[in-house]
């Protein structure tokens, strides 16, 4: 656990640090996170109260109700089932300490400050959740054109004239083949594992 020592030493407050990776092991989020599925830690902010984790399959927050409370709420969003949106970065002026990354993750939205002193490291996350963001919304898109196909070839074969062929028979052979096709393409389509991205942007 990352005790109140630690915290201390990294300089940890209500404003988030970005925690290095050899670190990881010392902090909350690191016991939920599926280690036995190869889920892996890639960037990871803390604060007092909270902890902001992101892996190559989910976004997992420990909400904290305050710096010494003990209770925490914590909240898995995987990015196969939660896209991620409307990123933006908000970087330091003058006299700020510090800088604001903001997402939309499914109906959630987050606005996480972190000390400027890490804007380097935050300007890579943002970097990939920006590339994630768009990853999902261009196979969504491709997602719905081939639903749209499917459709259309079943409406076709609806309206055909009875006495051409088995309707039955076709229509039978035509719904195996589309379960099978819209499998795959949902397999294709549905991300579930970003590694590659993150690895591709962050650089700690």
Known sequence: MFGKVAAD???I???G???TPENYNKVDSDDYVMHEDNEKIYFLIKS???EYCFTNQAFIHLDGT???SKKRTLRRYPYGTHRITNVSLETAGTVDLDVEIKFSIGDSVFSIDVNKKFLEQVKDLYKALVKISEITYDNETKLGYARQSLELASST???AHKGDFDIADSFDRLNKSAFAWLSDTHRQ???K???SIFERYINQ
Do not use: Q, T
């Open 9 to 11: 030493l990294l300089g």
């Open 13 to 15: 407050s209500d404003i």
């Open 17 to 19: 640090a970005v925690i």
């Open 48 to 50: 007092k109260s909270d």
């Open 66 to 68: 305050s710096a010494i």
């Open 157 to 159: 074969l609806s309206h």
């Open 189 to 191: 389509f549905k991300v």
């Open 193 to 195: 594992d970003f590694g």
